[in-house]
Nanobody, 124 residues
Framework: QVQLVESGGGLVQAGGSLRLSCTASGRTFSTYAVGWFRQAPGKEREFVVGLSRSGDNTYYGDSVKGRFTSSRDNAKNTVYLQMNSLKPEDTAVYYC?????????????????WGQGTQVTVSS
């Protein structure tokens, strides 16, 4: 069992930056691959990035490549999402998730644990 809590969301102007954090408690964080997803109103949950257990392997969704960077610090049980050059279409609730897989996972249904989400709003 692992509990995930996201933080760092907020309102930012287009072109700005935000850094989200996701802190885990419970079982050993390093035994989980993690991912970030987002969901805008009326849309399906979208894959943002997946990280392997160690964080050495990452896989980004096409819509965020080159703008978002994710990393994890297993000593702090935390995964980060640095979001740069934000666009209004990045507006969504952002979720972190954990799975017992070893490598990055793109499919939401394969994740066992989810945080409550944090709202990111990008104004034009």
């Amino acid at each position: 069992q692992v509990q995930l809590v996201e933080s760092g969301g907020g309102l930012v102007q287009a072109g700005g930056s935000l850094r989200l954090s996701c802190t885990a408690s419970g079982r050993t964080f390093s035994t989980y691959a993690v991912g970030w997803f987002r969901q805008a109103p009326g849309k399906e949950r979208e894959f943002v990035v997946g990280l392997s257990r160690s964080g050495d392997n990452t896989y980004y969704g096409d819509s965020v490549k080159g703008r978002f960077t994710s990393s994890r610090d297993n000593a702090k049980n935390t995964v980060y999402l640095q979001m740069n050059s934000l666009k209004p279409e990045d507006t969504a609730v952002y979720y972190c998730a954990a799975t017992s897989a070893y490598t990055p996972v793109l499919i939401p249904a394969q994740y066992n644990y989810w945080g409550q989400g944090t709202q990111v709003t990008v104004s034009s």
